[in-house]
């Protein structure tokens, strides 16, 4: 099998030596289609593992109706509310103890906006930045300050935003160090940034790494963080981790799920897995870092 690949110098730290992870396709779309055989390689740097450049998305194509269309979320906004609603109270307890009242918040890709409706009500200042201009008149209408890209909101909020957050959004972006930065130069000097990703620590890449794989790595991200390799990339950034913390998002009979069928087969919940089961192995992975995300807390030097 023929494999072409394109691992330039690493983003994040500089380093030109990678060592393959993992080779064959990876999910394309949502779920169901595969991509053409890649691979995803760790750096000898940072420890960042990154999907081949060549089976990436640019930065342009997050602003398109295909993509969303891709994602199978659909082009209007309440097909986003009704992809991502249930997901909130996720992100609610990823910001943890940041209190919301009176302050300037800013959600960087925050799509139609599910997280920022369920903080508005505490906050003094809205700003929603969003490539996809889809959301753009909702958004708005919602009272929230609208912008494409970081860059754009910061011409006007430069060292204003006491609290930036920013959920599944830096596996996408080209350059994670860059990305970051741009986020910090939002922030007043004691306000604070919040990254959620896919945690590459998840237990099912470990129990069973051949068939987790092909379904764990999708063309949609770029880069897969663990606790270390994200650490790494908001001190290359110039920002010092002040939390990290780990959540997991689905059930006991997903992970048995898997365990038993070796492939996806929806979240059912199996039978004799009762809701306490659930509690307890949500307990567990997320005291030994084996969640599937990742939430970390950042400042300024
Ligand atoms: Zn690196």
């Known amino acids: 099998m023929s494999v072409n690949t394109n691992f330039p110098a690493c983003r994040i730290c500089n380093q030109t030596e990678w060592e393959r992870i993992y080779s064959g396709p990876v999910r394309a779309g949502s779920f169901g289609d595969e991509t053409e055989p890649t691979e995803v390689c760790c750096c000898k740097g940072c420890g960042i593992w990154q999907l081949s450049e060549d089976c990436?998305?640019?930065?342009?194509?997050?602003?398109?109706?295909?993509?969303?269309?891709?994602?199978?979320?659909?082009?209007e906004v309440a097909d986003f509310f009704k992809a991502h609603d249930s997901y909130q109270p996720y992100n609610v307890k990823g910001v943890g103890k940041l209190n919301y009242r009176d302050a300037v918040v800013a959600d960087v890709g925050c799509g139609a906006g599910s997280f920022l409706d369920h903080i508005s009500g505490l906050a003094k200042k809205v700003i929603a930045i969003e490539p996809t201009p889809l959301y753009h008149d909702s958004l708005e209408e919602r009272g929230y300050h609208v912008y494409p890209f970081t860059s754009d909101a910061l011409n006007d909020e430069r060292n204003r935003v006491d609290i930036v957050t920013s959920f599944q959004v830096i596996e996408h972006v080209s350059d994670p160090v860059i990305f970051l930065k741009e986020l910090s130069e939002l922030l007043v000097d004691d306000g604070r940034i919040v990254i959620a990703t896919p945690n590459r620590?998840?237990?099912?890449?470990?129990?069973?790494?051949?068939?987790?794989m092909p379904f764990y790595f999708r063309s949609a991200h770029?880069?897969?963080f663990d606790k270390s390799s994200l650490t790494r990339c908001a001190e290359n950034a110039g920002l010092v981790v002040e939390s990290c913390d780990f959540i997991h998002t689905f059930d006991m009979s997903n992970t048995l799920s898997w365990l038993k069928d070796k492939a996806p087969k929806g979240n059912k919940r199996l039978a004799g897995i009762l809701p306490q089961m659930d509690q307890l192995w949500t307990s567990f992975l997320q005291a030994t870092e084996q969640a599937d995300n990742i939430y970390i807390t950042l400042k300024k030097k």
């Not at 930065?59 to 993509?67: C, F, I, P, R, V």
């Not at 620590?201 to 987790?212: P, S």
């Open 56 to 75: 990436t998305f640019n930065d342009d194509t997050y602003a398109s109706e295909q993509y969303r269309e891709a994602m199978g979320q659909g082009t």
């Open 222 to 224: 770029r880069w897969y």
């Open 201 to 212: 620590g998840d237990i099912l890449l470990k129990l069973i790494t051949d068939e987790f």
